[in-house]
């Protein structure tokens, strides 16, 4: 089942903060995030693993609360270049405890506008 | 540059034909994965090939298919095209599977007149 994000669009002045969610119904093995600006391809930000562990860029934060299937993206003193559509992908685990190999399950989207 | 190489960038075709599209993972990258974009199914999960073998299958429908080569270079075959196939198709990396970040190809186009 697909992850809800929230909110569906943010608008913001450079310097202010956000915070962007991703809620699963299923239990999940990691979340991952990326950023697509228009016509191009998702880049990577950040990965959050079950039992902590976490990858990715140092300006970027997010958290993962493994109870609740929950994660956010915190997106802080925020620059022009934040501008896109942010989107969490969620691997679920399989009942053994094991993993979906990768396969991802993108939420739908959240558009952040920054403006000058 | 995600290191992830995708030919062709733009594609137009007619219904009823096929068309093959081709990634090539980053140097080192054991995983390939196939993703859907089109604005109303969003970013899809189509498959995913490890060393060479099909490891996950998403909402991929039969008239497609994919393989992964032994150089790790891998093909999706589309066939039979129809208007709703119009969409951007990504293929992606990771360095084995499960928990790794995934890096993403500049994507295929792909126009169905």
């Known amino acids: 089942q697909q992850p809800v994000q929230s909110p569906q669009a943010v608008i913001l002045r450079e310097g202010e903060d956000a915070v962007i969610n991703c809620s699963s119904s299923?239990?999940?093995?990691?979340v991952h995030w990326y950023r697509q600006k228009h016509g191009e391809a998702p880049v990577f930000l950040m990965i959050?693993?079950?039992?902590?562990e976490q990858k990715g860029h140092d300006k970027i934060s997010a958290s993962f609360n493994e109870k609740k299937q929950q994660s956010s993206l915190y997106l802080t003193a925020s620059q022009l270049s934040y501008s896109g559509t942010y989107f969490c992908?969620?691997?679920?685990?399989?009942?053994?405890?094991?993993?979906?190999?990768?396969?991802?399950?993108f939420g739908q989207g959240t558009i952040l506008t920054v403006h000058p | 540059d995600s290191g992830v190489t995708q030919t062709p960038k733009h594609l137009i075709t007619a219904t009823g034909q096929r068309v093959t599209l081709r990634c090539s993972p980053r140097?080192?990258?054991?995983?390939v994965y196939w993703y859907q974009q089109s604005l109303d199914q969003g970013l899809q999960f189509l498959i995913q090939?490890?060393?060479?073998?099909?490891?996950a299958k998403g909402n991929i429908l039969e008239r497609f298919s994919a393989q992964q080569f032994p150089d790790l270079h891998s093909e999706l075959n589309l066939s039979s095209l129809e208007l709703g196939d119009s969409a951007l198709y990504f293929c992606?990396?990771?360095?084995?599977?499960?928990?790794?970040?995934?890096?993403f190809g500049p994507g295929t186009r792909l126009t169905v007149t």
């Open positions: 992908g969620t691997e679920g685990t399989l009942h053994a405890g094991g993993t979906s190999y990768g396969k991802l399950t």
């Open positions: 299923k239990a999940l093995y990691s």
């Open positions: 959050l693993l079950k039992g902590g």
């Open positions: 140097s080192g990258d054991l995983s």
């Open positions: 992606a990396s990771s360095a084995s599977g499960s928990g790794d970040e995934q890096y």
């Open positions: 090939y490890y060393n060479g073998e099909e490891r």
